[in-house]
């Protein structure tokens, strides 16, 4: 039986279609498999050796002289930090000139890791770049909210096969992203805590949903997930902000990160996906009622119509499920 479920926190609605069930191989059947890529690719710009192929480095973690990981500013970045953000009218349209801040971060010298892959140390270091480079960007006067992300494989949005995240920094807050935080203020109002706090609290009571859970966070595929094998890895301690991540939590939360992305690797053989670090506004300190995570969103079907129409997805793959596939994964 088909069911609507509803996001706590967002109050969205999502559709999990259990007649259309599908399980982990269905999402690998017929699809084409990853090319083996080289450690170093000649024509790649993030490759060592290729560096003058990119803006210069202004943040670099290094190991025995040699880069580890390398910050550049998007050479075809949609935003310019030189800019101003004066509201302009176009009659009675109106526009704001294209200020903001995009950054690439080059996770690695090899050309063929990838985080599922990558030893730890590794993956701390993304982790501590992002934190170091998201303090650095929020004390831009202008800078409401700094969006981390990372697009991995094609159908992703990825140009380039080289490790590398971005990080897109915005004068504004857009609108969807200011109901989700009105809705959670409402629930801070009316029950006096964080709605994501009682969510992991009741997701972890609830277990089945659960896919890992550490000493600071805890990976979770959704009750209400809008796609299939849809995961987020949540600080378990209340925190509105990425960049109050502590230097115990970077270490925690490289573990899980990697341990959540190797078992997506396995189950589902290297699928593309996007992840987002879902931060707080950047003028958020110590609010109640916000709660930082990272939403990890497999590229495994596509959205349509009735999804375009609605804003209400049909996930063809039970959560549960998902997280049991994931929880049972063997190396
Ligand atoms: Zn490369
Ligand atoms: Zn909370």
């Keep these: 039986m088909p069911e609507f479920r509803q996001d706590w926190a967002t109050k969205e609605w999502v559709i999990i279609a259990t007649e259309r069930a599908k399980r982990p191989e269905d999402f690998t059947k017929g699809r084409e498999t990853k090319k083996t890529l080289p450690e170093k690719?000649?024509?790649?710009?993030?490759?060592?050796?290729?560096?003058?192929?990119?803006?210069?480095?202004?943040?670099?973690?290094?190991?025995?002289?040699?880069?580890?990981?390398?910050?550049?500013?998007?050479?075809?970045a949609a935003l310019q930090p030189n800019l101003t953000t004066q509201r302009k009218k176009?009659?009675?349209?109106?526009?704001?000139?294209?200020?903001?801040?995009?950054?690439?971060?080059?996770?690695?010298?090899?050309?063929?890791?990838?985080?599922?892959?990558?030893?730890?140390?590794?993956?701390?270091?993304?982790?501590?770049?992002?934190?170091?480079?998201?303090?650095?960007?929020?004390?831009?006067?202008?800078?409401?909210?700094?969006?981390?992300?990372?697009?991995?494989?094609?159908?992703?949005?990825?140009?380039?096969?080289?490790?590398?995240?971005?990080i897109i920094a915005i004068p504004i807050v857009p609108p969807h992203i200011r109901d989700q935080i009105t809705q959670t203020i409402l629930s801070s109002d009316t029950y006096g805590t964080c709605i994501y706090c009682d969510i992991i609290k009741e997701e972890l009571n609830q277990k089945e949903r659960v896919i890992l859970e550490t000493e600071h966070f805890a990976s979770i595929a959704p009750f209400a997930s809008r796609y299939p094998f849809e995961l987020r890895i949540y600080p378990k301690k209340h925190s509105c902000n990425f960049g109050d991540i502590s230097d115990a939590g970077i270490i925690d939360m490289a573990y899980i990160l990697k341990a959540t992305l190797r078992k997506l690797y396995i189950a589902l053989a290297d699928p593309d996906y996007n992840y987002i670090i879902r931060s707080g506004p950047t003028d958020y300190a110590n609010v109640r009622h916000y709660h930082w995570y990272l939403e990890i969103l497999p590229k495994l079907t596509t959205t349509a119509g009735f999804e375009l129409g609605t804003g209400i997805f049909i996930n063809v793959t039970l959560p549960e499920q998902c997280a049991k596939v994931l929880r049972e994964v063997k190396e």
């Excluded at 490759?47 to 003058?52: I, Q, T």
């Excluded at 294209?98 to 990558?118: D, L, R, S």
């Design 41 to 76: 690719a000649d024509k790649c710009p993030f490759c060592p050796g290729n560096e003058d192929k990119t803006p210069p480095s202004f943040y670099t973690i290094q190991n025995n002289g040699a880069w580890k990981l390398r910050v550049v500013q998007n050479k075809f």
């Design 90 to 166: 176009v009659g009675k349209f109106l526009k704001v000139d294209g200020f903001g801040v995009a950054e690439v971060v080059i996770e690695t010298p090899k050309h063929n890791e990838t985080i599922a892959n990558m030893p730890d140390e590794d993956v701390k270091n993304i982790i501590v770049a992002y934190r170091d480079r998201y303090h650095e960007i929020a004390r831009g006067q202008h800078i409401c909210l700094i969006n981390i992300f990372r697009n991995h494989g094609q159908k992703a949005g990825t140009s380039l096969e080289h490790p590398h995240s971005q």
